[in-house]
């Protein structure tokens, strides 16, 4: 089993890196871990190298932190970061590329959502995903 962790270190995020922790441990799963770095529809030459450092560096933390509970379990498991201004079209395409059986993410991240609903990113990665989606609350 191939598994999609999206993470942006959010605790919803976190809650999700611990599910896939379990069934990696459980179903001997493979596990990805995914940040996404804000871009922009701007041209990348059009913004601050210091804005586009920063965000790479809280996606790389949000990677890291994800990691570090699946190093304390002594798991292996891949990290990706890519670009993107919609996340979860990041998501939709990796997933479908990479042919993974199940997504496992927060129902919602660092985003505010009125009311505690699920969030847009996992809105659209539910509706469009060509796998199975589990959302952790």
Same mark, same amino acid.
């Given at each position: 089993m191939?598994?999609?962790? @999206?993470?942006?270190g959010?605790? $919803?995020?976190?809650?999700? &890196?611990?599910? /896939? &922790?379990?069934?990696?441990?459980?179903?001997?799963?493979?596990v990805t871990?995914?940040?996404?770095? $804000?871009?922009?529809s %701007?041209?990348?030459d059009?913004? @601050?190298?210091? !804005?586009?450092e920063?965000?790479?560096?809280e996606?790389?933390? /949000?990677?890291?932190k994800?990691?570090?509970v699946?190093n304390k379990?002594?798991?292996? *498991?891949k990290t990706?970061i890519?670009?993107?201004a919609? @996340?979860?079209?990041? !998501?939709?395409?990796k997933?479908?590329?990479?042919?993974?059986?199940? !997504?496992?993410?927060?129902h919602? +991240?660092?985003?505010?959502?009125?009311? +505690?609903g699920i969030?847009s990113?996992?809105v659209?990665?539910?509706? $469009?995903a @060509?796998?199975? *989606? %589990?959302?952790?609350?």
């Amino acid at each position: 089993m191939k598994i999609l962790v @999206p993470t942006d270190g959010s605790e $919803y995020a976190m809650k999700a &890196v611990n599910k /896939a &922790v379990e069934m990696a441990e459980k179903e001997k799963a493979e596990v990805t871990l995914m940040a996404v770095s $804000y871009s922009f529809s %701007l041209g990348e030459d059009e913004f @601050p190298g210091s !804005i586009l450092e920063r965000l790479d560096e809280e996606a790389q933390k /949000a990677l890291e932190k994800a990691k570090e509970v699946f190093n304390k379990k002594g798991i292996s *498991v891949k990290t990706v970061i890519e670009r993107g201004a919609v @996340p979860a079209n990041n !998501i939709l395409k990796k997933a479908e590329a990479e042919k993974f059986d199940l !997504i496992i993410m927060g129902h919602r +991240g660092k985003g505010e959502f009125p009311g +505690g609903g699920i969030g847009s990113t996992a809105v659209k990665v539910v509706s $469009y995903a @060509p796998c199975s *989606v %589990l959302i952790v609350k």
